[in-house]
């Protein structure tokens, strides 16, 4: 069982060699160093990651996509902060799965009871892989929008003194959080390289939000000459009320965890009381004997 171990270790190393010279694959540490240069955050390199990232880049070539699915995917994993083709995004989920299937096989020579278990664990990692951007997306559009309240009053208070839009917009990415102030630049460096309405639609379209939709379509309104003053007070009277529902929401998410650790605190005081009442009915019984 050692030889044959030592075996398919030596073997697929062979293999893996072989095919990464033919397919012309960046080495190791190459790959390594250009994930690393590629994050925004200083975080540790996985190796798998930088194996399989090697390989989605070859293998990315080769899948097929239509425009339409491109240019959509493409727009979420740059908002999501993603660096990757929309090819190599999917062949990197394919992969990842592929590996663990690939385990699947193999496991039936060895252990077959697993290998249900592992082609079972290969879809949920290829379903989870291709919705990471989704989520990822989703979270960073979450904390934007929790900040568009106070966003749209900032703008409803420049507007009685100015009507500068990008100044408004350099103004407040001063007190904003680290993803909308990362939209902001990247949303004020494309007005001042193109067309202001251009910019600000592209802004809208990479986050695909409603409540910034509203603010988007204020803002153009306001660069057509609209007075635009009375629109955002109103906005802003919405997103009041939403941000109250979005706080009312998070509140009723908390009493069910709360009554998690009550009924953990109940069974403790009961279990005290039982080992309470347990010895002192070891202790009656010890003195009748």
């Given at each position: 069982?050692?030889?044959?171990?030592?075996?398919?270790?030596?073997?697929?190393?062979?293999?893996?060699?072989?095919?990464?010279?033919?397919?012309?694959?960046?080495?190791?540490?190459?790959?390594?160093?250009?994930?690393?240069?590629?994050?925004?955050?200083?975080?540790?390199?996985?190796?798998?990651?930088?194996?399989?990232?090697?390989?989605?880049?070859?293998?990315?070539?080769?899948?097929?996509?239509?425009?339409?699915?491109?240019?959509?995917?493409?727009?979420?994993?740059?908002?999501?902060?993603?660096?990757?083709?929309?090819?190599?995004?999917?062949?990197?989920?394919?992969?990842?799965a592929g590996l663990i299937g690939m385990g699947g096989v193999?496991?039936?020579?060895?252990?077959?009871?697993?290998?249900?278990?592992?082609?079972?664990?290969?879809?949920?990692?290829?379903?989870?892989?291709?919705?990471?951007?989704?989520?990822?997306?989703?979270?960073?559009?979450?904390?934007?929008?929790?900040?568009?309240?106070?966003?749209?009053?900032?703008?409803?208070?420049?507007?009685?003194?100015?009507?500068?839009?990008?100044?408004?917009?350099?103004?407040?990415?001063?007190?904003?959080?680290?993803?909308?102030?990362?939209?902001?630049?990247?949303?004020?460096?494309?007005?001042?390289?193109?067309?202001?309405?251009?910019?600000?639609?592209?802004?809208?379209?990479?986050?695909?939000?409603?409540?910034?939709?509203?603010?988007?379509?204020?803002?153009?309104?306001?660069?057509?000459?609209?007075?635009?003053?009375?629109?955002?007070?109103?906005?802003?009277?919405?997103m009041k009320q939403f941000e109250l529902q979005r706080l009312?929401?998070?509140?009723?998410?908390?009493?069910?965890?709360?009554?998690?650790?009550s009924f953990v605190m109940l069974l403790c005081f009961v279990?005290?009381?039982?080992?309470?009442?347990?010895?002192?009915?070891?202790?009656?019984?010890?003195?009748?004997?």
């Amino acid at each position: 069982m050692n030889v044959m171990i030592v075996f398919g270790v030596l073997l697929a190393t062979g293999l893996y060699l072989i095919v990464a010279d033919c397919l012309k694959l960046p080495r190791y540490g190459t790959s390594r160093a250009m994930i690393t240069a590629s994050r925004k955050q200083n975080k540790k390199v996985n190796s798998l990651d930088t194996v399989l990232s090697g390989w989605s880049v070859a293998l990315g070539r080769h899948i097929p996509m239509d425009e339409y699915k491109r240019h959509r995917l493409s727009n979420t994993l740059h908002a999501a902060g993603i660096s990757q083709t929309p090819e190599e995004y999917v062949a990197y989920a394919l992969l990842k799965a592929g590996l663990i299937g690939m385990g699947g096989v193999l496991s039936l020579f060895v252990v077959p009871l697993l290998t249900p278990i592992l082609f079972f664990l290969a879809i949920a990692i290829y379903f989870q892989e291709s919705k990471k951007a989704d989520k990822k997306l989703s979270a960073k559009r979450e904390r934007i929008e929790s900040e568009l309240p106070r966003f749209v009053a900032t703008i409803t208070q420049e507007l009685k003194a100015s009507r500068d839009v990008i100044g408004i917009l350099e103004h407040y990415k001063k007190n904003a959080g680290e993803a909308f102030c990362y939209e902001l630049d990247v949303l004020t460096a494309d007005m001042r390289s193109s067309s202001y309405e251009a910019a600000l639609t592209r802004f809208e379209a990479r986050l695909n939000s409603p409540m910034l939709s509203d603010i988007t379509r204020g803002l153009i309104s306001v660069l057509r000459g609209d007075d635009g003053a009375m629109y955002f007070q109103m906005l802003s009277h919405d997103m009041k009320q939403f941000e109250l529902q979005r706080l009312k929401a998070k509140a009723m998410k908390i009493p069910p965890k709360i009554r998690v650790f009550s009924f953990v605190m109940l069974l403790c005081f009961v279990m005290t009381y039982v080992v309470v009442i347990f010895s002192e009915i070891l202790q009656s019984l010890r003195g009748l004997f």
